[in-house]
């Protein structure tokens, strides 16, 4: 490509980009799966303090199931992190296979 006079964006949009699509898939799916199990680390060394400063989404709905016993909001508070996980996940890759379609890459 390069002999070929292409730049170093267009190298990187239509030669580097396509070949690393899935492994960035793959990292971000991963990330957003290990950020899902970062409440036992948190909770061992912090308890979600001082204050609320590290508070996490899974954290907040522990402390509303268990210390303020209200089941039925804490699950509400669990599904709806997952919906949200599945959300960013399903729009990454929705995303990154609509960038690749504007290039002619499949």
Same mark, same amino acid.
């Given at each position: 490509?390069?002999?070929? +006079? =292409?730049? =170093?964006?267009?190298?990187?949009?239509? *030669?580097?980009?396509?070949?690393?699509?899935? %492994?960035?898939?793959?990292?971000?799916?991963?990330?957003?799966? &290990?950020?899902?199990?970062?409440?036992?680390? *948190?909770?061992?060394? %912090?308890?979600? @303090?001082? @204050?609320?400063? /590290?508070?996490?989404?899974?954290?907040?709905?522990?402390?509303?199931?268990?210390?303020?016993?209200?089941?039925?909001? &804490?699950?509400?508070?669990?599904?709806? *992190?997952?919906?949200? /996980?599945?959300?960013?996940? =399903? &729009?990454?890759?929705?995303?990154?296979?609509?960038?690749?379609?504007?290039? +002619?890459?499949?």
């Amino acid at each position: 490509a390069e002999l070929d +006079g =292409a730049s =170093a964006f267009q190298r990187a949009i239509y *030669i580097v980009f396509p070949l690393i699509k899935n %492994t960035i898939l793959v990292c971000i799916t991963l990330c957003v799966a &290990g950020n899902m199990k970062v409440f036992d680390h *948190i909770y061992t060394m %912090t308890q979600g @303090g001082p @204050g609320n400063s /590290s508070m996490v989404m899974a954290m907040y709905g522990y402390k509303v199931s268990f210390a303020q016993q209200n089941m039925g909001y &804490g699950s509400a508070i669990s599904v709806g *992190i997952f919906v949200v /996980s599945l959300i960013v996940i =399903a &729009g990454v890759q929705k995303l990154m296979n609509l960038l690749m379609k504007d290039k +002619g890459v499949e």
